[in-house]
Structure formats: structure tokens, C-alpha cells
């Protein structure tokens, strides 16, 4: 059974038009990641939660901004999407990020394609 | 300077062939290591964890050396399944800007032929 789940799969939004994208965990993870990637390059990470603590990366654009409402769920807003924001978008957890050995191991759900149309 | 850099390749190589991929890490404070495989346009599936010196899985070996902050993997016997992009990953450290943080080399490619 899945434990970490996006959704949609598949997202094709207009060009300036806001769009969210979801991941949801089973796994009870403190830890909540988003990374975006880009063909043939590597995950890129966005953003962090650590329990509810929010830890954003300096080069994400202010374009990106995410919530999570509870454990299990994380939301990825994305406000006004260009072009370049085309990319997977990748929801990963980790029992506790800031440990060490096995409470690191990120799990990663299948990905949401994102195309700006 | 890149937290994770890794040769992106591609390899090309032989069925039953050994192959060895390298990446090194910036943060010296880092504590857990991991190999991951992607194949493409889907997720990355954890391979291995590295948090000593090396780990063991049958035809997969990582090893790491924290004095010169690089981590290896080598395949054994290499299968037509093994045809993926492996991805070194490495947590930012237990301090500083980097807490509780996983970051990504950009992945080496392989392909395994008949």
C-alpha cells in the first residue's frame, strides 16, 4: 500500500493560474519535503516541515508557498505558475530529518507532473 | 559550491560487468548517506543507507569515507534491470543552516546491454 501519496499524477495548469498540489503520509513522519525536478537534473529541494516548523530554502521563489494542516497532509501552493515551473514535483517524509541513521531515510510518493500550458 | 556532486555519466556497460559510481558531500557535519535509484519519470526508491563505514546488500556495495567526505557505490554482476539513475543523497547535518535537511547529487546514469 502506498504511504506517501500525490495528487494528481498529472497537473496541467494555465499560465498564471494558481494551482495546489497534495501529498498526503500513512507513516505518522515528522518530516515533510518538497523538491522539484527537472529533466535530467536532481531533485531540487523547495521546502521543509519539521513537525510544524517551516523551513523554506533561500532560492525558492516567494511564487512557491506550502501549508500543512496536520501530520498527514502537506499542500504545495503554487500562485502564479510560469513556464519554467514545469517540473516534477516530489513529496517525501522522514521520521525525524534531524536524527540520524534510519529516522532519515525519506520516502518519496510517485510525483506530480506539473505542465504550464 | 554544490552540497552533493556525483558524475552524471552516462555509463554504458555490459551485462555481468562491475561498475563503481562516486560522490563526494561539502558538509562535513553530514551523518547519513544514502544511494537512491530512480529509473525514469518515476520516484526515487531508496537502494541503500550508509551511517558507518560501508553496507552490504548482495550485489550492492556503498561504502563511505568520511575523511575525504566521498561515498561509493559499487555493482556487481550487473543486470539489464539494474538500468536506472542512482542518485546520492546526503542529510545536511545535525546544526546550522543545513538541519534536518536531504540533499541531492544530480545522478549517474547507467545502462546495462546484452
Known amino acids: 500500500d502506498a504511504m506517501v501519496i500525490q495528487n494528481p499524477r498529472y497537473q496541467v495548469t494555465q499560465f498564471g493560474k494558481p494551482v495546489t498540489l497534495s501529498c498526503s503520509q500513512t507513516?505518522?513522519?515528522?518530516?515533510m519535503y518538497w523538491y522539484q525536478q527537472k529533466s535530467s537534473q536532481a531533485p531540487k529541494l523547495l521546502f521543509h516541515?519539521?513537525?510544524?516548523?517551516?523551513?523554506n530554502e533561500a532560492d525558492t521563489p516567494d511564487n512557491f508557498q506550502s501549508r500543512r494542516p496536520n501530520t498527514s497532509f502537506c499542500f504545495l501552493d503554487i500562485r502564479s505558475p510560469g513556464l519554467g515551473d514545469a517540473a516534477m514535483y516530489l513529496c517525501?517524509?522522514?521520521?525525524?530529518?534531524?536524527?540520524?541513521?534510519?529516522?532519515?531515510?525519506?520516502?518519496f510518493g510517485q510525483g506530480t507532473r506539473l505542465t504550464v500550458v | 559550491r554544490k552540497e552533493v556532486e556525483q558524475d552524471p555519466g552516462p555509463f554504458n556497460v555490459p551485462e555481468g560487468a562491475t561498475v563503481a559510481f562516486n560522490c563526494t558531500y561539502s558538509?562535513?557535519?553530514?551523518?547519513?548517506f544514502f544511494w537512491y535509484r530512480q529509473d525514469c519519470r518515476k520516484e526515487p526508491k531508496l537502494l541503500m543507507s550508509?551511517?558507518?563505514s560501508g553496507n552490504e546488500d548482495g550485489r550492492f556495495t556503498a561504502q563511505l569515507n568520511r575523511a575525504s567526505q566521498y561515498i561509493s557505490l559499487l555493482i556487481r554482476d550487473s543486470k539489464l534491470s539494474d538500468s536506472a539513475t542512482y542518485l546520492c543523497?546526503?542529510?545536511?547535518?545535525?546544526?546550522?543552516?543545513?538541519?534536518?535537511?536531504?540533499?541531492f547529487g544530480r545522478g549517474t546514469q547507467l545502462t546495462v546491454w546484452p
Open positions: 517525501a517524509t522522514s521520521r525525524d530529518g534531524r536524527g540520524a541513521g534510519v529516522d532519515t531515510e525519506a520516502f
Open positions: 507513516l505518522n513522519h515528522n518530516v
Open positions: 516541515y519539521y513537525d510544524k516548523d517551516f523551513n
Open positions: 558538509n562535513s557535519a553530514s551523518q547519513s
Open positions: 550508509v551511517y558507518s
Open positions: 543523497v546526503v542529510n545536511g547535518g545535525l546544526g546550522g543552516s543545513t538541519l534536518g535537511r536531504l540533499y
